[in-house]
């Protein structure tokens, strides 16, 4: 099954940025929505941010005005800038694209650690 490359993630003290990318490994064809989730250790996956294929963006509350979510479809890349980091973003973090007729496609994740 095809995975999405993830790639951006490492260790940053706290008021730090990262930006993840992420991008099929090869041609990948009417993509919709593209998006990032995190799961931390011991809680639930949850959506941190998503971008249509009309450029609508949502973000989680806890991320707004720190986290950035863009796309270019010339590449079918997504990206996530993150600015001002905080430990409790400390996650695994996935990428996803949505197509019409096939089932969601993930990225392996990829890890963020944010000390204080």
């Known amino acids: 099954q095809v995975q999405l490359v993830e790639s951006g993630g490492g260790s940053v003290q706290a008021g730090g940025s990262l930006r993840l990318s992420c991008a099929p490994p090869?041609?990948?064809?009417?993509?919709?929505?593209m998006g990032w989730y995190r799961q931390a250790p011991g809680k639930q996956r949850e959506l941190v941010a998503s971008?249509?294929?009309?450029?609508?963006?949502n973000y989680a509350d806890s991320v707004k005005g720190r986290f950035t979510i863009s796309r270019d479809d010339a590449k079918n890349t997504v990206y996530l800038q993150m600015n001002s980091l905080k430990p409790e973003d400390t996650a695994v973090y996935y990428c996803?694209?949505?197509?019409?007729?096939?089932?969601?496609?993930w990225g392996q994740g990829t890890q963020v650690t944010v000390s204080s």
């Open positions: 996803y694209v949505d197509r019409p007729w096939f089932n969601r496609v």
């Open positions: 090869g041609s990948m064809f009417t993509i919709e929505a």
């Open positions: 971008i249509s294929n009309r450029d609508v963006r």
